[in-house]
């Protein structure tokens, strides 16, 4: 009686001993550490997924300021802060649903809107996407899939989509092009300020969603 009486108490004891959760480290310097990615564990298909939170960490975010640091993978010459930004990614589009305003058609206007707009109690400023490309993908090719599944998030959801393309090899980096996603959580047909939030989306199990549209659009593609 007495022994199960004590292995009672250590394991009551162990029950309350406080579990230390990892401090959120963020860097200035890296947008990466802005937001937390692919909350479901690693993409098969290799995407990259996260959603930028007004606030992560220690840190307040912009989804303008992490726009225009993913369009200026190296830093431009003259002020990076002027506007219009002075990009120097590959490329960059916007894709808008249909009967959005063509006012949002410019990846500054509509990041600093999605900011303005913001709702206090809404956390989500971007759902954040890194789409890869084919090993024997051109670029324009592996473009133009990732254009293609920007214009389905729009067809589906009604979301419009910042495009940002980056070959590191131009500038000597040993990583292979791919394509940047910033997907705007509100519906924009009738403005950002009355846009309704994508909750499916903007949390964890977004990443499974995406997950599944992705698949079933490089599953279609002819190429």
């Not at 063509?102 to 206007?109: K, N, Q, R, V």
Request: net charge neutral.
């Amino acid at each position: 009686m007495a022994a199960r009486a004590k292995t009672a108490r250590i394991v009551a004891k162990q029950a309350v001993v406080p579990v230390t959760m990892k401090a959120i480290v963020t860097d200035p310097a890296d947008p990466l550490t802005w937001l937390y990615t692919n909350p479901l564990g690693a993409s098969n298909s290799g995407i990259t997924f996260g959603v930028l939170r007004r606030s992560y960490g220690d840190r307040l975010n912009s989804a303008a300021l992490f726009g225009r640091r993913k369009m200026q993978p190296i830093a431009p010459v003259g002020d990076p802060l002027s506007s219009p930004w002075r990009t120097t990614a590959e490329r960059i589009d916007v894709v808008l649903p249909l009967g959005t305003d063509d006012g949002l058609a410019d990846a500054e206007s509509i990041l600093t809107g999605m900011d303005e707009h913001a709702v206090a109690h809404e956390k989500a400023l971007l759902v954040y996407l890194t789409l890869p490309f084919r090993e024997d993908d051109r670029l324009h090719e592996g473009w133009e899939r990732c254009r293609d599944f920007a214009r389905q998030i729009a067809r589906d959801r009604g979301l419009a989509s910042v495009l940002i393309l980056h070959s590191p090899g131009s500038v000597g980096a040993p990583h292979p092009p791919h394509c940047h996603l910033l997907v705007i959580p509100r519906t924009t047909r009738l403005g950002l300020r009355f846009g309704v939030y994508d909750d499916e989306l903007t949390c964890d199990q977004g990443q499974a969603v995406i997950e599944a549209m992705w698949r079933r659009h490089i599953a279609s593609d002819p190429a």
